[in-house]
């Protein structure tokens, strides 16, 4: 008998690892997941569709009665569920993105300028129709030295009908509000070009290659498979909602719909799908709809590589890890998997002021550690240098829990901030303590005292004022400011 433990043992070694190999590649277990739902709704889509009768005409009941027991557990009104369930937006948005964090100019841009375009080709009977077909599609019917290059642009901002451009539009919407900006303006507006003219390229090239024939395409879903491109490297753990009616045909007439959360991966993972499906099916012959497949692929394709030359990756670990850490620590999460990941945030870039302030409050939360202590005073300094009204925020924060300052030339300069603002008592507060301590600078110490004193007179502390007067004029002399101190000591 010969028995042979070496293998047994290393599967289950092998098995044992992989938990512990996730556990490590985070990213790795997140696309795994990503790739498994893709797989699963692919393969679940024609039940769904076989039963989607029965399931329109049953599901608004249960959705109520699941909206009835889940207030009746949560003990809230039914009507503060349904709103965190339901949504009138009838087409799919990306979920959580703030209003603060800028205007997507190029994205609106583009959406007015192809609307623009559309409506006065339509409109305007003096415009030779003809000639534009025949010489800005990609490629021209009748190519030539001139038309041939720029036809890769203007094809692009050419649609058939109404239903063409505001399907694009939509879509342009959706993920270039979101993209542009994280990446800026400038880049964003050169990836969508570049997309858009390697989609058309790609298109041409497949269907010379595959079918012998010349393709004319036009519309800007080319460049705006680009952008999906980019969303899914940038944006790739965001969430997306996606809509789906739930009063059947009385949609139509109230149209709410049902909040159905996805990754948005998974989202543009079914689209690039479908796509690959239906450019196959023009190839073999099994699909004859003029839809642009492959222009929508080339697109894509493109979208991912420049997001991978242009370092978007990196950054969008970067900003998933923040944000589940930030999560954790407005959720009252004071370890584990959000401080692994503020931690893992600080590793790529050591003043990420988010980072900083989400670990300053989780060692923070219960008392005052000299950790957190270090982690406020690293995210005040890092907040200062790009935004001094969240970083005079940070630090009444910090100064209310610690009752301490940070350095005293960026404290004397949160201190100008806050008084600005009108809250001159805390602006006041700080100059006292860095003119009450033996380790403020000469020079810091004494602007402190004589912005404190001013302040306290403007507050009507009129006593406390002359103090600090008198303060100013024992402990700086030689100061150019002393007669008009003097003055004010008499006046008192």
Same mark, same amino acid.
């Not at 990754?263 to 993972?269: A, F, K, W």
């Given at each position: ?6 293998? =047994?043992? =290393?599967?289950?070694?092998?098995? &044992? ?6 556990? #490590? ?5 997140? +696309? @795994? ?33 699941? $909206? ?30 703030? #209003? #603060? ?25 003096? +415009? ?28 692009? /901002? ?13 879509? @342009?919407? !959706?993920?270039?509000?979101? !993209?542009?900006?994280?990446? &800026? ?7 969508? +070009?570049?997309? =858009? ?7 041409? *090239?497949?269907? /010379?290659?595959?079918? &012998? ?12 498979? =680009? ?26 007439? +109230? ?21 690959? *499906?239906?450019?196959?099916?023009? $190839? ?7 839809? &642009? ?22 950054q969008a670990v970067e900003e998933r890890h923040l944000d589940i850490g930030v999560k954790a620590a407005e959720e009252g999460m004071t370890s584990g998997e959000g401080e692994e990941s503020l931690k893992l945030v600080l590793q790529k870039n050591a003043s990420n002021a988010g980072a900083l302030l989400g670990l300053a409050r989780m060692k923070s939360r219960f008392s005052s550690t000299e950790e957190g202590r270090d982690y406020y005073e690293r995210a005040i300094k890092a907040l200062a240098a790009s935004n001094p009204q969240e970083a005079a925020t940070v630090f009444k924060e910090f100064y209310s829990k610690y009752l301490s300052g940070v350095e005293p030339v960026l404290q004397l300069r949160l201190s100008g901030v806050l008084y600005k603002r009108g809250e001159l008592d805390i ?54 400011? @002393? ?6 000591? #008499?006046?008192?």
């Amino acid at each position: 008998m010969f028995y042979k433990p070496l293998a =047994g043992a =290393g599967a289950i070694k092998a098995l &044992g690892t992989i938990p512990d190999y996730f556990r #490590k590649h985070q990213e790795q277990a997140f +696309l @795994l997941k990503v790739f498994l739902l893709i797989f699963a709704i692919l393969m679940l889509k024609g039940y769904i569709d076989a039963f989607m009768g029965v399931i329109m005409l049953v599901f608004p009941v249960l959705f109520l009665l699941y $909206i009835r027991l889940k207030a009746i557990a949560a003990n809230e009104s039914a009507t503060s569920i349904l709103k965190q369930h339901i949504t009138f937006m009838p087409f799919f948005y990306t979920e959580g993105e703030r #209003k #603060k964090e800028g205007v997507a100019v190029v994205t609106y841009t583009l959406i007015a300028l192809n609307a623009a375009i559309f409506y006065m080709l339509q409109l305007n009977p003096l +415009l030779d129709q003809e000639f534009i077909y025949r010489n800005f599609l990609f490629l021209p019917p009748e190519p030539n030295f001139w038309n041939a290059p720029i036809s890769a642009v203007t094809s692009l /901002f050419l649609h058939s009908d109404d239903g063409h451009l505001w399907a694009n539009m939509i879509f @342009l919407w !959706v993920v270039g509000t979101v !993209v542009e900006k994280r990446m &800026g303006w400038e880049r964003f507006l050169t990836a969508y +070009l570049i997309a =858009g003219i390697f989609s058309g390229i790609v298109a041409a *090239s497949v269907h /010379f290659i595959f079918l &012998g024939e010349v393709s004319h395409g036009l519309g800007a879903s080319g460049a705006i498979s =680009g952008v999906m491109g980019l969303f899914a490297v940038r944006c790739y753990f965001k969430s997306m909602v996606f809509p789906l009616p739930i009063l059947g045909i009385f949609s139509l007439i +109230l149209p709410v719909s049902l909040k159905i959360r996805l990754n948005s991966l998974v989202i543009i993972g079914i689209f690039f799908y479908l796509d690959l *499906s239906g450019g196959i099916g023009q $190839i073999t012959g099994t699909d004859m709809s003029n839809i &642009g497949y492959w222009a929508h692929i080339g697109g894509m394709l493109a979208g991912i590589c420049i997001a991978g030359f242009t370092g978007l990756g990196v950054q969008a670990v970067e900003e998933r890890h923040l944000d589940i850490g930030v999560k954790a620590a407005e959720e009252g999460m004071t370890s584990g998997e959000g401080e692994e990941s503020l931690k893992l945030v600080l590793q790529k870039n050591a003043s990420n002021a988010g980072a900083l302030l989400g670990l300053a409050r989780m060692k923070s939360r219960f008392s005052s550690t000299e950790e957190g202590r270090d982690y406020y005073e690293r995210a005040i300094k890092a907040l200062a240098a790009s935004n001094p009204q969240e970083a005079a925020t940070v630090f009444k924060e910090f100064y209310s829990k610690y009752l301490s300052g940070v350095e005293p030339v960026l404290q004397l300069r949160l201190s100008g901030v806050l008084y600005k603002r009108g809250e001159l008592d805390i602006a006041a507060r700080s100059l006292e303590m860095l003119s009450d301590s033996s380790d403020t600078p000469s020079d810091i110490r004494e602007r402190a005292m004589y912005q404190c004193a001013s302040i306290l007179e403007e507050m009507g502390l009129d006593e406390a004022a002359a103090s600090y007067y008198g303060r100013y004029v024992e402990s700086f002399p030689d100061s150019p400011a @002393l007669p008009r101190i003097k003055a004010k000591l #008499k006046t008192a």
